[in-house]
């Protein structure tokens, strides 16, 4: 699923983003396989030692981490906003961290599969909500190109299972996106009627009856 070059140049141009408008001192970021399991750390202003104490138990203490999130539809979580426990405040204290940032990178279906977290060192401020806002703003924009690399479906097989044609598939990838119909109209540059038509034939050959049944038959 995952192309390694893609989301090491992915990571590096999102956490330059947020360096643009926010002041950060470090960051990793993981795959992750399920809510139990993340893989393949790449770290950046943080001790691996850190990594691997937080991966071996205070991960578990940890109010932002990914396990907490797996299910739902939130995409960014600031640490500042929750009430950590004494054992990871201690462990934040030992490694001379004030706070976190944590972002989820979800397929479309909603399960999150890469995570990024950056953080600042203690005595400095608390990320705010007003670049919480910023953060969701970068999320939103970078999300279509997340999934056009890292969740995408055998056109091959879907056109000869279902029988679409070439502009039904078109169609059908469109689908998966937030865009709405006319939205859609005016990217591919015709009607709305014609993309109305399109989505009803292939909710008919896929049997399905809305875009959400669509969406998790395809990318679950």
Known sequence: MFNRDF???FSRNFIAQIQHVSDIDGF???KIDNIHHAYDFELG???KSAINEYLNGKIEYDPVSFRHFYHGDQNIALLGQYQPNEIFLNFMSRWQVEDTAEFFFRKRDGQPIFGLSVFREQGKKQFN???KKVFEAFHQLSIEHFHHHVDV???DKIIAQYHLTKKEMVILEELFTNLEASQISKKL???LSTVKTHVQHIYQKVNVSSRQELVCKFLR
């Open 28 to 30: 990793f970021t993981y």
């Open 189 to 191: 540059n015709c009607s």
């Open 129 to 131: 909500l007003q670049e």
């Open 7 to 9: 989301i090491q140049q």
């Open 45 to 47: 202003g943080i001790s």
């Open 153 to 155: 479906i055998n056109k």
